[in-house]
């Protein structure tokens, strides 16, 4: 049985052919638009008001969503060596407080919003966008009267990080490997106690921890023997340009205590784990040195080994390029004006999913992902991508398709032209990405009616 395209099939399949038919147009109406106000993604009244309805209504749920996503990413990772990044990122509503509903409090504790935790999915050896193999979402409605260092693991929020290893476990059963990277706020001791087999971790270290031989986890990861030095690419963060530093590169093994605070005596007394520590050599002036020191489950015994998990890490930042297309760089999901916190979580999710497609776009123009066109479209959109090619194609090498045929990278070539890229100048982003694929799925309608 053919599977559905991401296009078509971001949300599954309803029972309604109804709603099959609004979701599909929902869906290319909000990724070729880049946007979530349901007003323009209409156009006009009639679909403003199809659209807002098929969000309220109660058949499209945010499990459903999700659950399609999952099964999507776990077809993809069958075979690979894959990454699942987790992250949590704020939605924040503090402009329309005074007209939402059912909203809690965000990181302030005074604005009002949600959370968003998303499991995004990359080949471990490309790089390459696979899917998303889940998203929780948080809504603080109500503030806990127990302080949260005293409180057990259940009760926190900080749970989802394990539940986000969990879930990726229970969906890529088919990859060859699977990673779960995290920044500092994962450094949970039971996340590395109770990992789910086979999945493994990798975790900046964010705390000072105990190890068995007295001494703390930084001291140790310093004191290790340098196994290498050799230049990584930083990217721009905040103030922080992005630059090339020159790093040193350390590893050696690691036995944790369980803290003294711990509420979760089940919990193994001890986690022998695997420590890459990374430092940078003469930062700019004025710059901060670069300094991460990484805990993983992964065997690490040569200075390849450890130069894997921090290649592994620094792909942990395609997630950073997913939240600013999720909200002020691309879908502005947090100019939504709809009112009720149980229909913009519909919504949040598929932004995300649609989000997902852009960067994946995005990373795949160069070719330097590898990844076959069945990645991002359906195996019967081939024959439209070819007629687009041949059309679009110039008489000047810049104006050629440069990639193998029938892969990501050969398709995202087409896509961009169609967004007005010419060939020349920089490489297409997200904008021309959106506005390709709106001439995309223009086509694409025109081609299935002759077709039929």
């Not at 900080?158 to 779960?180: F, I, M, N």
């Not at 420590?275 to 700019?284: A, K, N, R, T």
């Not at 123009?365 to 990844?371: E, S």
Request: one cysteine or more; glycine letters at 8%.
């Amino acid at each position: 049985m053919m599977t559905a395209s991401p296009d078509e099939g971001l949300l599954g399949r309803f029972g309604d052919e109804r709603l099959n038919r609004v979701g599909r147009d929902f869906l290319a109406a909000m990724v070729s638009q880049r946007s979530v106000n349901i007003k323009r993604l209409g156009g006009s009244r009639s679909q403003e008001v199809r659209f807002g309805r098929f969000l309220h209504n109660e058949d499209v749920t945010v499990a459903a969503a999700l659950a399609h996503a999952a099964d999507e990413v776990g077809r993809r990772a069958a075979g690979r060596d894959v990454l699942v990044i987790q992250d949590t990122t704020e939605i924040n509503y503090s402009r329309h407080a005074n007209s939402k509903r059912g909203f809690g409090t965000v990181g302030n504790g005074e604005d009002i919003g949600l959370f968003l935790h998303p499991l995004l999915v990359v080949d471990a050896q490309t790089g390459g966008v696979l899917g998303l193999a889940g998203c929780q979402i948080m809504n603080r409605r109500r503030r806990s009267a127990i302080a949260a260092a005293k409180r057990p693991l259940a009760q926190k929020e900080s749970r989802r990080w394990l539940e986000g290893a969990r879930q990726a476990g229970r969906v890529l059963t088919a990859a060859a490997s699977v990673t779960v990277v995290a920044d500092r706020e994962s450094d949970i001791y039971e996340e590395f106690a109770w990992r789910p087999d086979p999945v493994h971790l990798l975790t900046r270290a964010a705390q000072d921890r105990l190890l068995t031989d007295g001494r703390h986890l930084f001291e140790a990861a310093r004191g290790f023997a340098e196994a290498a030095r050799y230049m990584i690419d930083v990217p721009a963060k905040g103030a922080r340009k992005a630059r090339q530093a020159m790093v040193s590169l350390r590893f050696g093994e690691a036995t944790l205590c369980r803290p003294r605070r711990s509420h979760n005596a089940k919990a193994p007394s001890t986690v022998t784990l695997r420590v890459v520590h990374v430092e940078e050599i003469s930062p700019p002036r004025g710059e901060k040195a670069i300094s991460w020191t990484l805990l993983t489950t992964h065997a690490v015994d040569s200075a390849d080994d450890a130069r894997r998990m921090v290649a592994y890490y620094r792909l942990r930042w395609i997630i950073e390029e997913l939240n600013r297309t999720l909200k002020g760089q691309g879908m502005n999901v947090e100019k939504s004006q709809i009112l009720k916190a149980s229909v913009v979580k519909k919504l949040c999710v598929i932004a995300l999913i649609t989000a997902v497609r852009v960067i994946q776009l995005v990373r795949a123009r160069d070719g330097g992902t590898r990844q076959k066109l069945s990645d991002g479209f359906e195996v019967d959109d081939q024959p439209l991508f070819e007629k687009l090619n041949s059309q679009l194609q110039g008489a000047t090498d810049k104006q050629t398709n440069p990639h193998q045929h029938a892969t990501l990278a050969w398709a995202a070539w087409i896509i961009g032209r169609l967004g007005g890229w010419t060939g020349y100048y920089k490489k297409p982003g997200p904008k021309i990405m959106h506005i390709g694929l709106t001439a995309f799925h223009a086509a694409k309608q025109g081609w299935r009616l002759a077709q039929t």
